[in-house]
């Protein structure tokens, strides 16, 4: 008698371990899934103390070697992969799609009109009534490649953009000009169209102190 109680405590006691088990495994398989998840999940992998994305008005804008000032704002980097539709003669009743050509949108440029003239030297070369001849436009300098950078709210680096072959399409000297307008500034527009563009993968997160 005494040997059959101990023999069913034993299997409460074994059923009872493999329940604990159990627990123990779905426990750290959740825990191994969220920790998975959060590291996936997490944007800033330098600073992972950051949870605020990147604020848009810290930004510069290059070309010739130089820092164009005063530049307000600029229109986002837009590209876009036309789909091209065909169907094969074996499977008429399905449509299939490949990507085509690839276009990228103008970028706008806007400033506080000053009496730097980088906005209207670049448009002159593409087109200014000032030229004679043979000399409409300036072949060897109307195109340019441009970098546009982002920083932080403490003034460090943390992307920049390689903008290829653009060239300006349109140019406004200046905006409407209101003599009730006391508080508002003057502002000149470059529109540029590009070949293309990529993020510089050598610009890395930095280190936030």
């Known amino acids: 008698m005494c040997t059959a109680v101990r023999v069913t405590r034993s ?3 074994d059923k009872d371990m493999k329940i604990f088990k159990g627990i123990l495994v779905f426990v750290i398989a959740i825990g191994f899934v969220c920790t998975t998840q959060e590291a996936v999940a997490q944007p800033f992998t330098v600073n ?3 949870v605020d994305p990147y604020k848009q008005f810290k930004f510069r804008v290059k070309w010739d070697g130089r820092y164009i000032p005063g ?6 980097l837009h590209r ?3 789909a091209i539709e065909f169907r094969t003669g074996g499977d008429a009743n399905n449509i299939r799609k490949s990507p085509g050509p690839t276009s990228y949108s103008q970028i706008i440029l806007t400033r506080g009109l000053t009496h730097d003239t980088s906005f209207e030297e670049w448009a002159d ?8 001849l043979g000399d409409e436009i ?8 441009i970098v546009i950078e982002l920083y932080n709210e403490a003034g460090q680096l943390v992307m920049a953009y390689q903008v290829y072959r653009c060239w300006p399409s349109e140019y406004e000297a200046f905006d409407n000009l209101n003599s009730r307008g006391r508080g508002e500034i003057v502002e000149e527009t470059l529109v540029l169209e590009t070949e293309g563009w990529i993020r510089d993968r050598e610009v890395r997160e930095p ?3």
């Open 11 to 13: 299997n409460f006691i």
């Open 80 to 82: 876009k992969t036309q």
């Open 207 to 209: 280190l936030e102190h």
């Open 138 to 145: 300036a072949l060897a300098r109307f195109r340019k490649d």
């Open 125 to 132: 070369y593409v087109s200014s009534v000032s030229k004679g």
């Open 71 to 76: 530049i307000t704002s600029v229109s986002g």
């Open 48 to 50: 992972p103390h950051r």
